[in-house]
């Protein structure tokens, strides 16, 4: 196809391709293979390719994140595998590869480059990993050898496994798979005849919990326990209990623990779990733990004589922290460790010695790792853990450590401008070094935001209030920008100064964007997180518009040009905020609770809501729940409203968005409903819809905004 600059080229040249020569075939020859592939044109294509690539963090960067996450440190201290999560355009997954760093020369390379993987852990002598993955479709156990780095299939499985734990002699793994049962029914059905299409057959439902999030509804059936040789085989399942048993942990060679609740009332009380002893000789299950609260992750001592837990005495509220304790490997002796503790007891790990234990812990905004000694005194070792939260800046990371005479820690560490890279540091906090830049090809040539923390004192009783602001680049501090409030979900649940590809992409656009540890928050101790109990959404709200506040005072933002959205916990309190002021101009729910009483009836977790939440039942005591339904003040909302929801979430069901829509549309207030397809209720499960859902909440916004307004469209249609 001629172009517009072909035809001038070829004219051009017309006086020289006709004179009468020799070489004149040759030369016509050669020009028209020179138009024909563009070498003429290549000024002109030069030009258009010398336009500079946006600075920001447009959408399409979302897809060039990747960040380390899992990082396994081999038992002599020189070898971190890790699993290096990127996005796949084509898959439009977040997929992780196994990779090896090598400590002592930072060599960092694939180990496993053609199978997706999750889930590696070292062989007691360090020369194999076991790592899950998929084959055609299928899951799949597999052992990699460092050395070679040659893979091969252990077993090849119907469902996922989780919890592949080594015996302590390298012989045989153990893990839980779901196991199916045999489906009730109060009638035999017909057989149809060949070839017809009849209707499948009815499903009975006799379970309490019949469906949940990101699981759908369930099958009949449970998990249990297996053990598995490590050179393969057949899977030996070792329980076959109604109830489900997880996480197993060799005691011995011939001994495991495992978590659950066997109890016949169990799903009454969704939180109780025990640890139970199974003996692999006899099958025989014993309950090491009785109490009424849950207990579990249980984590045995080097020497065996000891096991490690955590767990509460459950005086059912809404939230309770994690304490530490210990038993003697036949059950006796039960005792708290280090009751002092302010935190509550995350990720926890033996250290080398069996003096001490490595426990991760939120800590006032961040996750921090600390080592507790069996005489219960307290240490930090390193903080500033986290960054594998890729969408919000949710406090998420983990850490391993070897067992050599000096001990070192991987651990991910977290970053307000990257996510997640590789981090090591020795049990004495000492030598902290980063090993990766796994983002090194993008981020140094964008602009991202810079992060800013303040603190301020609620409105509502003077308590400090921690949160963050991101700058958009080139920030002034005129009081001219847009601002976004972005609420965190849980509601118990800490956010941090991490990365979140949802905050640069707000902060890109031009938003000064804010988020919040208002009171029920974790990390900042169980009487700030209970603050919340018995009246959620409530005094929050304070907390947040301080926040507010703050940044108007700060001149940061125009206070006309304020919005707020949230998910989840923060996707009730959104709505709860419209119903109390109409200083937003816009706002997005994002899965939302609206009402609590369909909630505690319909919801996967309905029985925690209604024992431990709101400790009533919704049809004695409506009130109770009504209360604190943002249904119930809906006449009061003044403020466009968009909500988006995903179409499989059974956490804050679709019906609870649907429910807010109708009463709005009912209202004449403006707004929009938003369903994601196949979403379960992390609706940034995917690459694309974490992109969707950011440019659909500001494209909303951007409706409402002033200053991006033409004045016939200043007055919101209703």
Do not use: C
Not at 12 to 17: A, G, T
Not at 498 to 522: D, H, K, L, M
Request: without cysteine; proline residues 7%.
């Amino acid at each position: 196809m001629r172009t517009k600059h072909h035809k001038q080229l070829f004219g051009l040249l017309k006086p020289v391709l006709t004179k009468k020569s020799k070489n004149i075939r040759f030369f016509q020859i050669i020009a028209w293979l020179m138009i024909s592939i563009g070498l003429f044109t290549l000024p002109v294509l030069a030009a258009k390719d010398n336009k500079k690539p946006s600075k920001r963090f447009t959408a399409e960067r979302v897809f060039d994140m990747e960040y380390a996450k899992d990082p396994q440190v081999s038992p002599d201290g020189k070898t971190i595998v890790y699993l290096r999560q990127s996005m796949d355009k084509m898959t439009d997954q977040d997929v992780g590869k196994l990779w090896s760093l090598d400590i002592k020369s930072g060599t960092n390379r694939p180990l496993i480059a053609d199978k997706q993987a999750s889930s590696a852990r070292w062989s007691p002598d360090g020369k194999s990993l076991i790592f899950t993955s998929y084959h055609m479709g299928k899951p799949e156990l597999r052992r990699v050898f460092v050395d070679t780095g040659m893979s091969f299939s252990l077993t090849q499985l119907e469902k996922g496994v989780s919890g592949v734990a080594w015996s302590p002699n390298g012989e045989q793994l153990a893990f839980s798979m779901f196991v199916k049962a045999k489906k009730p029914s109060f009638a035999t059905p017909l057989s149809p005849p060949k070839d017809a299409n009849w209707n499948e057959p009815f499903n009975v439902i006799d379970d309490f919990t019949f469906r949940f999030d990101g699981a759908g509804y369930l099958q009949d059936g449970a998990s249990q326990i297996f053990t598995l040789p490590v050179n393969g085989g057949t899977p030996r399942q070792v329980t076959f209990e109604e109830a489900g048993l997880s996480n197993p942990q060799w005691l011995d060679n011939n001994k495991l623990l495992v978590t659950g609740n066997l109890a016949e009332d169990r799903d009454l009380d969704p939180i109780e779990s025990e640890i139970y002893k199974l003996d692999l000789s006899d099958l025989s299950i014993t309950a090491l733990t009785t109490r009424d609260g849950p207990d579990s992750y249980p984590v045995v001592s080097p020497d065996g004589k000891t096991i490690a837990f955590r767990g509460y005495d459950d005086k059912t509220l809404s939230y309770q922290h994690n304490d530490l304790y210990l038993l003697d490997a036949d059950g006796s002796n039960f005792r708290p460790l280090a009751e002092s503790f302010e935190g509550s007891i995350g990720q926890t790990v033996w250290a080398p010695d069996g003096e001490s234990l490595l426990v991760l812990s939120e800590d006032y905004g961040v996750l921090s790792l600390f080592n507790i000694t069996l005489k219960g005194s307290v240490s930090k070792i390193v903080t500033d853990i986290g960054g594998t939260s890729i969408g919000r800046p949710y406090a998420a990371g983990s850490f391993s450590v070897s067992r050599n005479k000096k001990p070192v820690i991987a651990f991910t560490a977290g970053f307000s401008d990257r996510p997640a890279e590789v981090g090591l540091v020795d049990l004495k906090g000492e030598n902290k070094q980063i090993l990766t830049a796994l983002n090194e090809d993008v981020l140094p040539y964008l602009d991202m935001a810079l992060v800013e923390e303040i603190k301020v004192k609620s409105s509502h009783d003077g308590i400090e209030i921690e949160a963050w602001i991101a700058l958009p680049p080139d920030f002034k501090a005129d009081g001219s920008y847009p601002m976004i409030l972005e609420i965190h979900g849980g509601p118990y649940a800490m956010y941090g100064p991490f990365f979140g590809s949802e905050i640069q992409r707000y902060a890109a656009e031009g938003y000064v964007t804010v988020w919040v540890n208002p009171r029920g928050s974790t990390g900042y101790g169980e009487d700030f997180a209970l603050g919340i109990d018995l009246a959620y959404p409530g005094y929050d709200y304070d907390d947040l518009m301080t926040v507010v506040d703050a940044v108007v005072a700060k001149k940061y933002v125009a206070p006309d040009r304020l919005f707020v959205t949230g998910g989840s916990g923060g996707g009730i309190l959104t709505a709860w905020i419209t119903t109390k002021t109409q200083r937003f101009a816009a706002a997005a729910s994002i899965k939302p609770v609206i009402n609590w009483m369909t909630m505690a009836l319909a919801a996967d977790i309905g029985q925690y809501v209604r024992r431990h939440w709101i400790r009533a039942d919704p049809w004695s005591d409506p009130e109770a729940f009504l209360k604190f339904s943002p249904i119930r003040y809906v006449d009061k909302v003044k403020t466009p409203t968009l909500i988006m929801v995903g179409e499989e979430d059974y956490r804050t069901p679709a019906w609870e968005a649907e429910q807010y829509y109708t009463a709005l549309k009912m209202l004449k207030i403006d707004t929009a409903l938003i369903r994601v397809p196949g979403a379960p209720h992390y609706i940034a499960s995917r690459p694309s819809r974490l992109v969707g859902k950011t440019d659909n909440i500001m494209g909303w916004f951007a409706k409402y905004d002033p200053d991006k307004q033409k004045p016939e469209e200043m007055t919101p249609k209703p």
